[in-house]
């Protein structure tokens, strides 16, 4: 895992953009390793679930609230650069809030409405949106293939009111399509290993994937120490998150494939 990657321009750039792009975050054996583990992780596999997209299509998805000692998720999630950044970007000690791995399989990967994280994670009783996430490119993500679009700076707009689509929640299309005619749409296309941190109030989506090259990410979720939930959801509360080392990554024990 790349070990120093924030500058002062860039943590700014996060603050103003509400994102931020970080080119090969894993290099490329970490990231083929990653990518190998989860094609062969049966649990993964059978853990799979599914959600229409309102438009035809469906999203396979898999969340994971805990992090299993030894495995390579967990030792990406708790990557200390990783965490450290998280840090800075949202100003003090964070949690692992969950990850979940986004497998959009080729001609088959459903889109994702327009939302906000924090659309989702308000009603899990977190007062603030000092919540953010770093999605790793397991494969390479481009528009094909049905890659993450953002609003730049939407995150200054605050939270916006969400609604049922299909099997997802989306924010409120109206305010979407006012977002849209005063901010830059933003196609963040990325080769595997790329990372994208963004702020949980950021308007992005997704297209369907017509392609025949899938598009896996590893998204991990952070929420800050200072935002501790006021009540039970089915995310957890704080608990300190142990930092691991960068090299950790191919330390990994392997999950279940039988």
């Known amino acids: 895992m790349k070990t120093e990657f924030l500058t002062q321009g860039e943590i700014e750039g996060f603050q103003r953009d509400g994102f931020l792009v970080v080119p090969q975050l894993l290099d490329a054996e970490e990231t083929e390793l990653l990518g190998t583990i989860a094609r062969r992780d049966r649990a993964l596999a059978t853990a799979r679930t599914s959600r229409a997209d309102g438009e035809g299509g469906a999203v396979e998805l898999v969340v994971e609230n805990e992090l299993p000692e030894g495995s390579i998720y967990s030792a990406i999630v708790q990557g200390q650069p990783l965490v450290d950044a998280m840090e800075v970007l949202l100003g003090g000690e964070v949690y692992h809030y969950h990850h979940k791995m986004i497998l959009k399989e080729p001609r088959t990967g459903g889109a994702w409405t327009w939302h906000q994280d924090y659309g989702y994670w308000y009603n899990n009783g977190c007062l603030w949106p000092n919540m953010a996430s770093c999605m790793i490119s397991v494969t ?36 979407v399509e006012a977002a849209l005619e005063r901010l830059e749409h933003v ?24 392609s025949d090259s899938p598009r896996w990410s590893l998204i991990c979720c952070y929420n800050a120490r200072s935002n501790n939930p006021y009540k039970e959801s089915k995310h957890p509360s704080y608990t300190p998150l142990e930092k691991v080392a960068d090299d950790a990554i191919l330390n990994w024990t392997s999950p279940s494939t039988s």
């Open 140 to 175: 390479p993500s481009t528009k094909e293939n049905g890659c993450l679009q953002v609003i730049r700076a939407s995150h200054l707009l605050g939270r916006i009111d969400h609604v049922k689509i299909g099997d997802q929640t989306g924010a409120d299309l109206e305010r």
């Open 187 to 210: 196609y963040v296309e990325s080769a595997a290993g790329d990372a994208l941190f963004f702020h949980s109030n950021l308007l992005h989506r997704s297209d369907q994937n017509l």
